[in-house]
């Protein structure tokens, strides 16, 4: 893996014009939309773009591996984003808000009891 390690620093590096590069040397074709691997980078995240640049390379695809390198990066990032972090993440958020709402009852109340004080 001290190649893919390699790879990583030059899109680190380089940026989109790394990522160009890495698609190429993966699947031996160049990449035929910059955007839409711009896109999908920005969408999906680093990992399950690089997932799919390496399914790509691995299966020897004819014609354009744009698409087949969007569906795995989109099924890489259900995967990572779908199971028990997002049901851990919509509890966390429930709780804040619980919690932020409690915080705002107590707060009305507080100026509810100054204001009555006041008008005494």
Do not use: C
């Not at 896109?39 to 999906?44: G, L």
């Not at 299966?59 to 099924?75: C, R, T, W």
């Not at 972090?85 to 932020?100: M, S």
Request: net charge negative.
């Amino acid at each position: 893996m001290a190649e893919l390690d390699i790879w990583l620093n030059i899109i680190s590096d380089q940026g989109i014009t790394g990522w160009l590069k890495f698609v190429e040397a993966a699947t031996h074709q160049p990449v035929s939309d910059i955007n839409g691997l711009q896109e999908a980078i920005d969408m999906y995240g680093k990992w399950p773009v690089v997932e799919g640049v390496l399914a790509a390379g691995k299966k020897n695809i004819k014609g354009d591996p744009l698409p087949y390198i969007y569906s795995v990066a989109m099924a890489k990032w259900k995967e990572n984003y779908t199971g028990d972090e997002y049901t851990r993440g919509i509890d966390r958020t429930k709780r804040r808000v619980a919690q932020q709402n409690e915080e705002l009852q107590e707060k009305l109340e507080r100026a509810r009891n100054d204001q009555t004080k006041s008008e005494t």
